[in-house]
T-cell receptor, first 113, second 115 residues
Framework: AQSVTQPDIHITVSEGASLELRCNYSYGATPYLFWYVQSPGQGLQLLLK????DTLVQGIKGFEAEFKRSQSSFNLRKPSVHWSDAAEYFCAVVMDSNYQLIWGAGTKLIIKP | EAGVAQSPRYKIIEKRQSVAFWCNPI?????LYWYQQILGQGPKLLIQFQNNGVVDDSQLPKDRFSAERLKGVDSTLKIQPAKLEDSAVYLC?????????????FGAGSRLTVL
């Protein structure tokens, strides 16, 4: 079955440290890939997306993600986190012709001062 | 451009009561989605509209949930009667088209608590 896995439920990072959030999917072909962020009490905001082309994509707020076909992964990175990055991050994937988004369970990012 | 508007932001009801949520998508967006997000989980699609037609409602509990988008613009999601397990945030989203290479814009959500 098609699925999206975010293996880390919570991640705690010190302010100023680097961040990597993992996302893996199960699908034979190349999907459309998205990362969304949800701040407390807010809706979901698109950080970045990958459809084709360069496998390293830049997003808003200094985030980037790299699509690795061989690993079926689309990990989100940021070189230096800020306290305002504390939020929940969702990976979402479109994997087949019905074009439905399949969502990961989310990773909650906690920033240590 | 104005974002996706949702109301009310918060609603507390007792089980077996009814509730309705309203969504106004971004102007010109043909596709409208209702998602249910239970605490600690990713969003779950309840229903997707393309203009005023239903594209996918396979995960909508039709015995108690209903949704409409009569004029192809704003939409209402209703729950009647509510159960405890319906406590969640109901997110509305819209997009220009309903194809896979398409970005959804979300509203702030309507948080429902069923007591």
């Amino acid at each position: 079955a098609q699925s999206v896995t975010q293996p880390d439920i919570h991640i705690t990072v010190s302010e100023g440290a680097s961040l990597e959030l993992r996302c893996n999917y199960s699908y034979g072909a190349t999907p459309y890939l998205f990362w969304y962020v949800q701040s407390p009490g807010q809706g979901l905001q698109l950080l970045l997306k990958y459809f084709s082309g360069d496998t390293l994509v830049q997003g808003i707020k200094g985030f980037e993600a790299e699509f690795k076909r061989s690993q079926s992964s689309f990990n989100l990175r940021k070189p230096s986190v800020h306290w305002s990055d504390a939020a929940e991050y969702f990976c979402a994937v479109v994997m087949d012709s019905n074009y439905q988004l399949i969502w990961g369970a989310g990773t909650k990012l906690i920033i240590k001062p | 451009e104005a974002g996706v508007a949702q109301s009310p932001r918060y609603k507390i009801i007792e089980k077996r009561q009814s509730v309705a949520f309203w969504c106004n998508p971004i102007s010109g967006h043909a596709t409208l989605y209702w998602y249910q997000q239970i605490l600690g989980q990713g969003p779950k699609l309840l229903i997707q509209f393309q203009n005023n037609g239903v594209v996918d409602d396979s995960q909508l509990p039709k015995d108690r949930f209903s949704a409409e988008r009569l004029k192809g613009v704003d939409s209402t999601l209703k729950i009647q009667p509510a159960k405890l397990e319906d406590s969640a945030v109901y997110l509305c989203a819209s997009s220009l088209l309903g194809t896979g290479a398409n970005v959804l814009t979300f509203g702030a959500g309507s948080r429902l608590t069923v007591l």
